[in-house]
Nanobody, 121 residues
Framework: QVQLVESGGGLVQAGGSLRLSCVASGSIFSIKAMGWYRQAPGKQRELVAVITNGGSTNYADSVKGRFTISRDNAKNTVYLQMNSLKPEDTAVYYC???????????????WGKGTLLTVSS
């Protein structure tokens, strides 16, 4: 099993910056893509950004140019640097990873419990 633990959420004013972190632990053989999703009140969970183990990235249009995803493969950690935050970025942010626990197992999707970001206007 793989566990994901997010940190770094909180309350920030519009225009401010914050960095989220997510550490993967447990029985890890390899991690493919890691990423961030978010879910605002009353809305569906949506992709924010994803990064492959090779460093390729993809972003939601709503965060392009403001958010940057990165990862430290040696630490099994993914980060989300968020700049120029807007009230509409308010949501619970979930870390996700496609990971396998041994050579013979296919990668599975794991989720963290989420961290709340609130952006005040």
């Amino acid at each position: 099993q793989v566990q994901l633990v997010e940190s770094g959420g909180g309350l920030v004013q519009a225009g401010g910056s914050l960095r989220l972190s997510c550490v993967a632990s447990g029985s890890i053989f390899s991690i493919k893509a890691m990423g961030w999703y978010r879910q605002a009140p009353g809305k569906q969970r949506e992709l924010v950004a994803v990064i492959t183990n090779g460093g390729s990235t993809n972003y939601a249009d709503s965060v392009k140019g403001r958010f940057t995803i990165s990862r430290d493969n040696a630490k099994n950690t993914v980060y989300l640097q968020m700049n120029s935050l807007k009230p509409e970025d308010t949501a619970v942010y979930y870390c996700t990873a496609e990971a396998s626990s041994d050579y013979f197992q296919p990668a599975m999707r794991y989720w963290g419990k989420g961290t709340l970001l609130t952006v005040s206007s």
